[in-house]
C-alpha cells in the first residue's frame, strides 16, 4: 500500500513545536505517511502580504487531508506596519488564513470533541448531595457552522452609500443607527444560508444517531436573533420530525448554555451552534476538561474530499522562543488522533487515545498546565514535563 501524504502546516508560535512531536507519535503508532511542508501564517504575511499562500491550497486539493498548528492574529494596524517596506502602503489587508483556508474549501463542518480523562487534575468538580465532591464525565461532540455566521468577513467601517442606503431600509438602523456619523459607523453581518445550516445540523444529527443519543441541543439565541438562529432551530425541529424521529431538539440560548455546562455538563452529547456560538460553547466546555491542552478539532468538506484537524489553542509567541518547549501537545495529538478516524486508520488512533489516557491516568508526566503552574521557563526546574517528554510519555505506552 502507497504512503498517504498529509500537508503539515504548522504556522506560528507553538504550532511547529507540537505539531513535530505530534508527527513523532504518528511514526510511533505505526502510522505511514509522507508529510510535505504547507507554508501559512505570519511569517508569509510579512514577507509575502499573504498568510495563506496558494502554493499551500494547491497542496490541500492534492493531498486532501491537513495537519494544522497555530497560527498569529494581529490587529489590522499592526499587521500593515509588520509587512515588508516593499508591500506597505499597497492596500494589503490581513486576513485570517484558518478563516480564509476554512471559506475557499468551504470546511463548513466542524467537530470539536470534549471527552474528560479520569485522573486528569484539571477536570471539572462540583459540590454534590451532602456535600460530597463529584467529578461527573464529559462527553460533547460540538458541531460549529465553520464558514459563516460573525465569522464570515462580510463587515464595514464607513459603508459605502450602496451598504448605507441598505442599512439605511431597515426601520430597526434608521431608529436606532442614523444618528451615528458613517466615518463612525462599523458594521458586520451574520449570514446563514439554509444549504450550509442544514448540512451542519445532519452532520449532528448522524453523530447522535452514530452513539446511539436521544438529543441533540441548538445552541443559539433564537428569541433575539431571530432569522439567523431561528432559521438553525427550524431547520433542526423539521429534520427531527421528518427523518430523526428518534432524536429530539433541545433549544438552549448561548447564555443560558454558559450556566447549564458548569452545572450540569453530563446532560449534553451532542450540541450544534453557529459561527461564532460554536466557538463560545467549545471552549467553555474544553475549559471543563483540562482547557485549551486537551481541546481538538476536524473541520472539513464532505463534497470535496478536504478535511483539517487541528488543535483549538492559539500560537501562544511568548512560548515559542523558550529554550525547551513546556506546551502541552495532547491537543495537536489527538487532533492527529481524529484525522486518522477521518482516513479509516481506527486501530492506530485507539492506541494512541488510549497511550494518552494512560499517560494522564499515570500522572507521573505532566505538562505545566497539568500542574497548574504559570507557563515559564522555569516550570520544568518544577517538575513539569516539556513538549518532547509529554511525547515521549505517549510513544512509551505505545
Known sequence: MSKRTIVAMPGDGIGKAV???????????????NYVQGDIGWEFWCKEGNPLPDRTLKLLEEHKIGLFGAITSKPKDKAAAELVP?????????????????????LDI????CRTFKGNPLNFVRRGKDNKIEEPEVDVMIFRQNTEGLYGGVEWTNPSDKVYD???SHPKFVDNFSWCPRPELAVSTRIFTKKYV???????????????????????????????????LKVAQEMSKAEYPNIWVEDVNIDAMMMWLTKNPENYNVIVAGNMFGDIVSDAFAGLIGGLGFATSAQFNPENGIAVFEPTHGSAPKYANYDVSIVNPIAMILSAV?????????EIAERIRKATAEVVAEGKVRAYDMMKLKGSPEVINNGAASTKQMADAIIAKL
Open 198 to 232: 442544514t448540512r451542519i445540523v445532519r452532520a449532528a444529527f448522524e453523530y447522535a444517531k452514530k452513539r446511539g443519543f436521544e438529543k441533540i441541543t441548538v445552541c443559539e439565541k433564537p428569541n433575539v436573533i431571530r432569522e439567523t438562529s431561528g432559521m438553525m
Open 166 to 168: 441598505a442599512l439605511m
Open 19 to 33: 505539531l513535530e512531536e505530534c508527527i513523532r507519535v504518528l511514526d510511533a503508532a505505526g502510522f505511514k505517511a
Open 110 to 113: 466542524c467537530m470539536r470533541p
Open 86 to 106: 516593499e508591500l506597505q502602503g499597497k492596500g494589503i489587508q490581513y486576513y485570517s488564513p484558518i478563516v480564509g483556508m476554512r471559506q475557499f474549501f468551504d
Open 338 to 346: 481524529m484525522m486518522l478516524e477521518h482516513i479509516g486508520e481506527n
